[in-house]
């Protein structure tokens, strides 16, 4: 027998790596020894084309690109991550003015869901497209619309488009998050757009069944999308708050969301949407949403309770509370789920993106993010969560109304704007940023994927391991260059890294994120990323050390 794999972090010599081990002497025939070693984050320098860098034990390559062609195109949606309102590359004989694009508008795909399907199809009736499949919505562009990379195809049939519109005719919003839903059969997409935000379930198979859901879920700028083995759903909101007079920091404006349904196998059924509430060690009353006011002329942004939430070592009591019941509103209307967590006393956070559950804990541990302020300017950078923050949530189990919360890592200059988040095995979580621009240029340092340890102590001055260190691809240059101009041009200038998605495909309930411990690039567990903007690339990233 084969013992169980673990991995640890080493750090010699100013090198920090990561090694999966055997827990004990291990037969010839146990898999190899990997390590990831860290490297160093791409310099940013204006005009420069800087490629990706990844820990020599990894590799990557491209499962699709923006400029590959749909099999099914439209107008409006031609490419994977293209527009049809343009050229690819930057036409010097097109002057940029409304309603004229120097450049095709990118549309960013964003989270990765892989699912292992059987009997779907596409646009060719003729053609076996496999049963691998990577599912995406698209942040940016003229319009919404969900992809399918199918990654058992030939490039003719590589991307199908699954659908522009919704069941009732309405088109589909931008989209940031995506996961499937075991029970329901659907993948869901969440819109991050405030009071226009959405969540969707979609079907599977071009021509996919659209339906907004909102109804149910509210609407708030919905982001990290994930269900407990309770058929639960956890949503986390990304919505920056206002900054007050000569401060750049933000005002804590989003929660963190449950929705737990009547019936998880039919979500058209409704539910109850509750937020996460935190005590404060200070007055022992809920930590509340501050409006920035006469009364209050920094709001949240300084109180002794985001200092607290801030520091190290500090536990804090939490409690589920609704804050819309479809039981109670039997309107069928959608509502403004961030208006609703405040008046229900639920706690904002400063911007989470995502979430996931720590495998082999029976889904008693979630781990979230705060991407904080993404400027090296804020005034609560230090000592008040600016730079961003991990948090861990531990209950008796996925559906209790009480629990614990701790800060698990306190994010700094090197380490902020953290976005999409994946388990690699039971004990280490990858965290991959999005800085944004701003950040990019005032620390000279384009965006980094981190693994970090949940075992280790980060209030000691231990560090992640950088395994990625994102650059900046030739397209992306070109569009920072041009943004520069300010004449209205509509493309990012710089690269993010999204959609880290690490999963073995299993469409079950025992498939769920969480469920398994993840074994990486083994008995079919693949890891994926989306570089967005510039050239909209999704890499698979692989074991060096094999050729599979």
């Known amino acids: 027998m084969v013992p169980r794999k673990r991995f640890v972090i080493l750090a010699m010599a100013g090198v920090a790596t990561l090694v999966a081990g055997a827990s004990g002497p291990a037969p010839a025939s146990a898999d190899p020894r990997v390590e990831w070693t860290a490297v ?5 320098v204006r005009g420069l084309a800087v490629p990706n860098a990844l820990s020599p034990q990894l590799r990557q390559y491209i499962v699709a690109q923006g400029s590959q062609k749909l099999e099914n195109p439209t107008d409006l949606v031609p490419y994977y991550g293209y527009n049809g309102d343009g050229t690819h590359a930057p036409d010097p004989t097109v002057t940029q003015a409304p309603g004229r694009n120097v450049e095709a508008s990118k549309t960013e795909p964003d989270k990765n869901t892989y699912l292992r399907l059987r009997g779907l199809h596409g646009a060719d009736p003729r053609y076996n497209y496999g049963t691998r499949f990577l599912y995406q919505g698209h942040e940016l562009g003229r319009a919404g619309y969900l992809t399918r990379i199918n990654l058992d195809a030939d490039a003719a049939h590589r991307v199908t488009l699954l659908a522009t519109k919704q069941v009732d005719g309405a088109p589909i919003p931008l989209i940031d998050g995506s996961t499937w839903d075991p029970w329901a059969r659907r993948l869901l997409f969440t819109a991050e757009a405030g009071p226009n935000g959405a969540v969707l379930q979609a079907t599977p198979d071009i021509g996919a069944r ?4 909102s109804w149910a879920f509210g609407r708030g700028g919905y982001e990290g999308i994930q269900n407990d083995s309770a058929g639960n759903l956890w949503v ?4 920056g708050g206002a900054s007050p007079a000569g401060s750049r920091a933000r005002n804590p404006n989003s929660f963190v969301y449950r ?3 009547y019936d998880r196998s039919d979500l058209t059924r409704g539910g109850r949407l509750q937020a996460l509430q935190v005590t404060s060690l200070r007055t022992r009353q809920p930590i509340t949403f501050q409006p920035i006011d006469a009364a209050h002329p920094t709001g949240g942004i300084f109180t002794g309770d985001q200092q607290d939430l801030s520091t190290y070592g500090t536990v804090f009591d939490t409690a589920w509370i609704t804050v819309h019941d479809t039981r109670v509103d039997t309107s069928g209307q959608p509502f403004d789920a961030n208006a609703a967590a405040k008046r229900a006393g639920a706690t904002p956070f400063k911007r989470p993106e995502n979430g996931m559950f720590r495998p082999g804990t029976d889904f008693r541990e979630f781990f979230f993010d705060a991407t904080g302020d993404t400027n090296a300017t804020g005034d609560a950078n230090t000592g008040f969560g600016g730079w961003g923050a991990l948090f861990r949530l531990t209950q008796d189990d996925p559906s209790a ?13 090197e380490h902020s704007g953290f976005d999409n988040l994946t388990f690699i095995d039971r004990d280490h979580l990858a965290v991959v940023e999005d800085a944004g621009d701003t950040l990019h240029a005032q620390r000279g340092a384009f965006d980094s994927g981190y693994l970090f340890d949940t075992r280790t102590d980060y209030a000691r001055g231990a560090q992640p391991v950088r395994f990625l260190a994102e650059g900046r691809d030739a397209s992306a240059t070109e569009d920072n260059m041009l943004g520069a101009l300010g004449n209205g041009f509509q493309n990012d200038g710089d690269n993010e890294i999204t959609g880290i998605h690490l999963s073995d495909g299993d469409p079950t309930p025992g498939g769920i994120l969480g469920a398994k411990v993840p074994r990486p690039f083994r008995n079919g567990w693949r890891l994926f990323w989306t570089q967005q903007h510039g050239d909209n690339i999704t890499w698979e990233i692989v074991d060096a050390g094999t050729d599979d």
């Open 401 to 413: 109304d009480r629990g614990k919360l701790s800060l698990f890592y306190q994010g700094d200059r």
């Open 210 to 213: 659209v339906e907004d859901i």
């Open 236 to 239: 986390a909101e990304d919505v």
């Open 40 to 44: 160093p984050a791409n310099v940013d």
């Open 259 to 261: 929705f737990v349904p």
